[in-house]
């Protein structure tokens, strides 16, 4: 079910049955490599909220397709947000769901750059509960996950791809991207491995500013080899992402809150 094609009424009516649980997809436009399309991470995000919310009969919001991403402002066709502003959006997202009655929330990336922003927005609601700022009919959890992290997902990953699934431009990404939007694999520069960096934390997409990260990765692609991508293995893919978050969110919706146990 999605959120934006339902009727205030059709919420009420799912509330009061006590499913109070939403998957809220983030994404982000920024450069994918030479042949991957810029929407890449919001395209897979979508995609595995929607097939998730199928398999766990969810409500899932719409999309949020910008985040934070100015280490790839030196390519054309990136857009990237402040910290500061997704972190101020998903507040208040978050404010308003616990409003109406929602209680779980999981957020669902598919963009690494995502993650602290969306871990202080999830802070900051709480801390405001704690000081008695805000309240809400019941008490409010948000999870936050990237579509890849279950355990059938990185397994494919593993078997497919081993170290060349690397960290952006990744095959598994370009993969359902290729399957969700009917395209082609394209041309790809040749694969180029990493050498370890000091001055470089790659996972969760701490990079340097846009002109040193284009000038360290001028393909646009970080460690990963997506010549690698097939669509067929972007439909392995949705599927086991899918399966994995439709379990984390089932448990998710369904754990009882210690305070009210």
């Known amino acids: 079910m999605r959120l934006d094609r339902m009727s205030w009424p059709e919420v009420e009516q799912r509330l009061a049955t006590g499913r109070r649980g939403v998957i809220l997809p983030l994404g982000s436009l920024e450069q994918h490599g030479a042949a991957g399309a810029l929407g890449t991470d919001a395209i897979c995000a979508e995609a595995v909220a929607l097939r998730a919310a199928e398999l766990a009969g969810a409500v899932v919001l719409p999309l949020l397709a910008y985040g ?9 066709g990136t857009v990237s947000l402040r910290p500061s502003t997704l972190s101020a959006l998903l507040f208040d997202v978050l404010a308003s769901l616990g409003r109406t009655g929602f209680s779980r929330v999981l957020l669902l990336t598919g963009h690494g750059g995502n993650t602290a922003p969306a871990l202080a927005a999830i802070q900051e609601v709480l801390s405001e ?14 999870k936050l996950r990237a579509w890849w992290e279950g355990p059938r997902c990185g397994a494919l990953r593993q078997n497919l791809y081993g170290a060349r699934e690397g960290y ?14 009917g395209a082609q694999p394209g041309a790809w520069p040749p694969y180029r491995a990493l050498p370890p960096d000091p001055l470089v934390d790659l996972g969760g997409d701490r990079h340097e500013d846009a002109v040193r990260h284009r000038a360290r ?8 080899d997506p010549s690698l991508a097939r669509p067929e293995h972007g439909a392995a893919f949705l599927q086991a992402a899918a399966e994995d978050v439709a379990e984390i969110f089932l448990a998710f919706e369904s754990a009882p809150d210690p305070a009210h146990s």
């Open 217 to 224: 990765y001028p393909e646009g692609v970080v460690g990963a």
């Open 129 to 142: 509960v704690s000081l008695g700022r805000l309240a809400f009919p019941h008490p409010l959890s948000a």
């Open 68 to 76: 934070p991403a100015q280490f790839n402002l030196g390519f054309p």
């Open 168 to 181: 952006h431009g990744t095959p598994s990404e370009i993969a359902i991207a290729l399957h969700v939007t």
